[in-house]
């Protein structure tokens, strides 16, 4: 089951500047994107989110950008810090509140 | 700021033993999911509840699992009859309502040997 991916595993940035995170979905039925932050042996951590109704959400730090007609969304930290170290998650679904389907994470590391 | 708790952080059960895995919500919420986590693997939604039914389920929820909320604050998950292949990292979440978004809780890490 393949219908959201995240193509890179990991992502090494200097602090102070930009993180980009992506994923890619196939279900276009999925229509409320989601983005967690997950530390080892904590549950997912929600961090921002997106409808398809709008194309980008800002909040602080963290802006989503979703791309309909590429299914593409992404996620920027902008400044990255130390503290962002962690998995990150895409996660989508068919209506917020319904079930979410997850992609496989990827490992941003953050240098001091 | 309220969170979503789940005990315990730890579970080894042997292979064909009933567990038990519970879950406080967020207090004033009112859907209810359960997800896994196999080591290396996706987090994988396994169901839904509100207003004490099943609203949503993946083809991993067979018989084996039952959900119940026993009392207006506990959210559990039963496993029967546990095999290797259950054992994984469970996450409870919760959301006031389906378009608030869902809250996770710190997981419960389950081994069957």
């Known amino acids: 089951d393949q219908q959201v991916k995240q193509n890179s595993p990991s992502l090494s940035v200097q602090e102070g500047r930009i993180s980009i995170l992506n994923c890619d979905y196939t279900?276009?039925?999925?229509?409320?994107f989601l983005w967690y932050k997950k530390y080892p042996a904590e549950g997912p951590t929600f961090l921002i989110s997106i409808s398809s109704i709008k194309d980008k959400n800002e909040d602080g730090r963290f802006t989503v950008f979703l791309n309909k007609s590429a299914k593409h969304l992404s996620l920027h930290i902008v400044p990255s810090q130390p503290g962002d170290s962690a998995v990150y998650f895409c996660a989508a679904s068919a209506g917020a509140g319904n079930m979410l389907t997850f992609g496989g994470g990827t490992r941003l590391m953050v240098k001091p | 700021e309220p969170e979503v708790t789940q005990t315990p952080s730890h579970q080894v059960t042997q292979m064909g033993q009933e567990v038990i895995l519970r879950c406080v919500p967020i207090s004033n919420h009112l859907y209810f999911y359960w997800y896994r986590q196999i080591l290396g693997q996706k987090v994988e939604f396994l169901v839904s509840f509100y207003n004490n039914e099943i609203s949503e389920k993946s083809e991993i929820f067979d018989d084996q699992f039952s959900v119940e909320r026993p009392d207006g604050s506990n959210f559990t998950l039963k496993i029967r009859s546990t095999k290797l292949e259950d054992s994984a990292m469970y996450f409870c979440a919760s959301t006031l309502s389906r378009q608030e978004t869902q809250y996770f809780g710190p997981g419960t890490r389950l081994l069957v040997l």
């Open positions: 279900n276009s039925m999925f229509d409320y």
